[in-house]
């Protein structure tokens, strides 16, 4: 029999490419590591990683089993988590991924409404965009994430539970900003000035088209990034244009350190969703964080008229 143990070792090599550093990850001896892999080996009869001076390289065996190996110590995860949730309904592990614009209002909400009642629940929240979140969410590493996927992302593996949010991006520049001083901004204004923009998302392509079928050049982008703290403090410093979604840019609007600018229609609105894989049941702890989730959304989006309730939780 294979014993997780094992799989956790030969993953370790997987990410190190190298014995020793591997060992150090993990904390045990480098021939244990080495003992590890030549059982894994034997156990599939092929040899998994070429060793020579510059570290383990992994061989087309190694590279089929990872995914699989990843997927197994997820299952194994998770099904401790099911039997201790079994055991105890208050207690568990809950490992979330989420897209920025639930991090200001939906999230924190649904943390407080959902700890009030089950405190003792552990719960990591990363933060990430589609294009990492989704892969990340495939292999296994999150419970579910709450995001607005692209199309191409989705497929038979992954089940998706629509919210009651839809993502909407406002132009965002600071108020000492030219265009603030302008009240019919076109097209031809917002190509003037350099952007910063989200790396890795496709929102750039639609803005660009928008300016060429325009016959205008699409603007300049002066930096990308993956960060909205970044985002927002490069503009606050310079004549840049961002394009933020509302939650993220609400306090600073409110103080007055950001302005949103009228301007003509370069985004559609995107639907919000929950996603989680198919083939892997969803925990108590995870069942309870995502009606919480839907009931947060729902309230924010109809501005509070809806009182928030988790009575009906399990």
Known sequence: MMELSRLQVFLAVMDSRNFARAADVIGISQPAISKNIKKLED???VKLFERGRHGAEPTKYAEAIERRAKLLLTESRLIKGEV???RDTHKGQL???SAPPFMPKILPES???FRRRWPDVHINIDQGISTTLFPALEQGEFDFIVSLPPARLLHDELSSIELVYRHEQRLVVRPEHPLCRNNNIDLEHLAKYPWVVTRGLGDWQKISSNFLMAGLAPPKIATETTSDALTKALVKQNDYICALNNDIFALEEK?????RLSHPCLFEPRQAYITYRRRSPLSAPARNMIEIIKKSAKYFTEEGTEHIQSSSLQ
């Open 84 to 86: 201790e949730a079994l």
């Open 95 to 97: 490992v979330i991924g």
């Open 255 to 259: 103080s007055g350190t950001l302005m």
């Open 43 to 45: 156990h599939f009869d």
């Open 111 to 113: 943390l407080h409404l």
